[in-house]
């Protein structure tokens, strides 16, 4: 059974920092595509960041690029946030997710999920 488990949200100022964790559980998707993806209240489902092991890169969506960035640590199997910068705007519920498809910098989400972890800014 695949499960993604996220961490590291909370509450935050304008201008500050979190760093979301989400520990993979199955190691069959080791090599696969990771992901970031974020629901604001009576919003759709949007993606934030990719990290594709082969050929190696990252994609962004264009309102986090320069403050948001994706790492991938292989030896414990897990993916990381790093939100820098935050804005009052990024407040949503960040899912970690696996399995997904990149081309052309255009990603799609993959059918695991994680349960969610919420990220508020304030202003």
């Known amino acids: 059974q695949v499960q993604l488990v996220e961490s590291g949200g909370g509450t935050v100022q304008a201008g500050g920092s979190l760093r979301l964790s989400c520990a993979i559980s199955?190691?069959?998707?080791?090599?696969?595509?990771m992901g970031w993806f974020r629901q604001a209240p009576g919003k759709e489902r949007e993606f934030v960041a990719s990290?594709?092991?082969?050929?190696?890169?990252?994609h962004y969506a264009d309102s986090v690029k320069g403050r948001f960035t994706i790492s991938r640590d292989n030896a414990s199997n897990e993916v990381f946030l790093q939100m820098d910068n935050l804005k009052p705007e990024d407040t949503a519920v960040y899912y970690c997710?696996?399995?997904?498809?990149?081309?052309?910098?255009?990603?799609?989400?993959?059918?695991?999920w994680g349960q969610g972890t919420q990220v508020t800014v304030l202003s």
């Open positions: 199955a190691r069959t998707l080791s090599r696969s595509v």
């Open positions: 997710n696996a399995a997904g498809y990149c081309s052309n910098s255009v990603c799609l989400p993959g059918a695991y």
């Open positions: 990290f594709v092991l082969s050929p190696r890169s990252s």
